[in-house]
């Protein structure tokens, strides 16, 4: 999410209805095999209107003048207005078009920084992703000692972002130093007649001291491992998760006045963690 990332395209052999099912069913199997245990969960299950859970998630509030945006556009609130429950079971991310301290739209971006941050396993979201040319949503996550050693230093997992203008692909991708922006290394996974932002799905990754793996409703569809990285290996330590939803940026290019609707939500039903 922190910048530009050049994705890989589609992988073609998921057209071939045999081995996309052969290998789902192997790597579904494989999931199941590891005993996860989880240790992190919020469920969103508040009343609506509500704010996150403040014993879980904290904010970054501002625009990309506070030394992470990426010539993003939007204000990021803490207002329910732009995050809150729904009373449904789910936490809604709410982009809006609207003048707001000097920014023409609004937003959140929420983590978990200085309230959980872990060290391996599997972190997994199950969401709906907004649509649209300029919007960029996206679950990711950075180191814990960001604050003190910067990006991309500090290393990023990307878990899941999406650009607006192509609802049917995700990224997931890595940053490190001597790796990042438009050197990080990312894989790309794209539906076939259906879109991330009319159906709820998981994605996951799965963490060890030897490799990054990218899932999307359990199907592994990139492996980023330690031999791989051109630079320093940064993720053998804690990392925190977080949550936002861009408007503009350079990652996306800037919306369109004629197309792109507002608002635009992320509708997130589960965060949860494993060890």
């Known amino acids: 999410m922190k910048t530009l990332i050049n994705s890989t395209k589609a992988v073609a052999l998921l057209t071939l209805g045999w081995f996309f099912t052969g290998c789902e069913t192997d790597t579904k199997q494989n999931i199941e095999s590891r005993n996860w245990q989880l240790v992190w969960s919020d469920e969103f299950d508040g009343a609506s209107g509500q704010s996150p859970d403040a014993t879980k998630w904290a904010y970054d509030i501002g625009t990309g003048s506070n030394g992470w945006g990426n010539q993003e556009l939007q204000f990021y609130t803490n207002r329910v207005q732009n995050v809150s429950t729904d009373g449904e079971g789910n936490l809604v991310i709410t982009a809006l078009k609207e003048n707001y301290n000097g920014s023409q739209y609004t937003s959140a971006r929420i983590k978990t920084k200085g309230k959980f941050a872990q060290q391996y396993g599997r972190f997994e979201a199950r969401l ?131 197309t792109t609707v507002f608002p635009q939500k992320m509708t997130i039903d589960y965060v949860r963690v494993y060890q």
């Open 128 to 258: 709906k992703t907004p649509y649209g040319q300029g919007l960029w949503p996206a679950f990711w996550m950075l180191g814990d000692n960001f604050e003190t050693v910067g990006w991309p230093n500090c290393g990023e997992i990307d878990i899941m972002e999406l650009r607006g203008q192509l609802p049917s692909t995700i990224n997931g991708t890595i940053h490190g130093p001597g790796y990042s922006g438009g050197n990080a290394i990312s894989g790309s996974y794209t539906l076939f007649n259906s879109r991330f932002d009319t159906n709820y799905h998981i994605f996951a990754a799965e963490w060890d001291a030897q490799k990054i793996d990218f899932f999307v409703d359990g199907f592994l569809y990139k492996r980023i491992a330690k031999s791989d990285v051109p630079g320093d290996w940064v993720f053998d330590q804690a990392f925190f998760m977080i949550l936002n939803v861009a408007v503009g940026g350079n990652y996306v290019g800037l919306p369109n006045n004629n």
